[in-house]
């Protein structure tokens, strides 16, 4: 069986690795969308595009047995203004809406279609104080990145409850790192703290030392994301319906802010320098998150890469860009 697969937003950190993750399977092919990236702040645009799009996907599925779409767009990070992020919610409702007029307009279409959701863990379950975090948690935003995130997977449900033949996987993801994040963007505490490393910059720390996270590697997290979305097709053909799936994609595995910073110390031949203080966005960073998921146990978790291992790799893949004079300073705020 072989699966058409359309990575939105595979310019980004999760979706090139998503990207390449597909390449690995002889069964998927990866189809991309002519006229190339897409402008996001553009809305009349977006909307061209993703009526154009959406129907080259579909008319393309039709030589394929299964299709698939990872959702991995967004720019969003926990200090994004309620504004910005009521965009990226109302840009996923245009592209839901546009998906399932598509849909209706091609009854025989009759192919398994999988729909894949990047959504966050640590935004959705930042004030949810369980420990572990697992599917079963309350939610409970802090900030409105994380309420724009639980409005987006709503809104996928509602969308479901109009086109019973898709299955759904919300993922929600814990802090995602590695190779491939974009420069331009505040967001990654370990980026944050290669690129201070390599630029001799302090690095702004406006959290306790002891606050708690789940680093995922991002490879790692693309990994489980498509071999989730291939058991969510076997799923829903087996039990002849749509089926949706909620799992937290986590290494399962915590780190202090105090732990990275000894880990950093071994890379390279100069000193990490730390200055902390505090920051009016401090209240939206949960000081501890473990993660456990319940959800398909049987799943092997997503943590075959170290922290350590995964720390280096960014370190020199961060060093390279650097050398070609294409890595800029940090931001002065470091998220955790």
């Given amino acids: 069986m072989t699966t058409l697969a359309w990575v939105i937003g ?3 950190l999760l979706g090139s690795h998503v990207a390449a993750a597909l390449a690995e399977s002889p069964r998927v092919v990866e189809w ?12 009349d645009r977006v909307d061209a595009r993703f009526a154009e799009s959406i129907a080259g996907f579909l008319e393309a599925a039709g ?3 299964a299709v698939a779409i990872f959702w991995c767009a967004g720019s969003g990070v926990v200090a994004t203004p309620a504004n910005e992020m009521a965009v990226e919610t109302e840009t996923w409702e245009r592209f839901l809406a546009r998906l399932g007029s598509e849909l209706a307009q091609r009854p025989r279409l009759r192919r398994p279609l999988s729909l894949v959701l990047a959504s966050s863990a640590g935004g959705i379950y930042a004030g949810t104080r369980d420990a572990p975090l697992t599917e079963g948690s309350a939610t409970l935003p802090l900030s409105p990145y994380g309420e724009a995130k639980l409005l987006q997977e709503t809104a996928l449900r509602r969308w479901t409850h109009t ?3 898709v299955s759904t996987l919300v993922a929600r993801i814990a802090n995602l790192y590695g190779p491939g994040q974009r420069p331009d963007k505040p967001q990654g505490l370990i980026s944050q703290m290669s690129r201070c490393l390599i630029h001799q910059r302090p690095l702004h720390i406006y959290v306790p030392f002891d606050t708690v996270r789940d680093f995922v590697f991002a490879e790692d997290a693309a990994r489980a994301l498509v071999r989730w979305s291939a ?4 799923e829903a053909e087996s039990a002849g319906r749509s089926v949706h799936v909620l799992k937290i994609c986590a290494s399962e595995r915590s780190a202090t802010i105090a732990s990275l910073v000894g880990l950093f110390r071994g890379l390279g031949k100069r000193r990490l320098r730390i200055v902390s203080g505090l920051h009016p966005l401090k209240g939206q960073h949960p000081q501890r998150q473990r993660f456990r998921s319940t959800v398909w146990g049987d799943e092997p978790r997503p943590d075959a890469t170290s922290l350590l291992v995964g720390i280096h790799r960014v370190y020199r893949h961060q060093l390279a860009l650097a050398q ?3 890595l800029p300073p940090p931001a002065r705020v470091s998220p955790a």
């Fill in 163 to 165: 086109r019973p033949e």
């Fill in 32 to 43: 991309t969308p002519t006229g190339g990236p897409f402008h996001w702040a553009d809305r």
């Fill in 10 to 12: 595979r310019g980004g």
């Fill in 63 to 65: 030589s394929h047995e």
């Fill in 231 to 234: 058991r969510l097709r076997r």
């Fill in 324 to 326: 070609r004079g294409e």
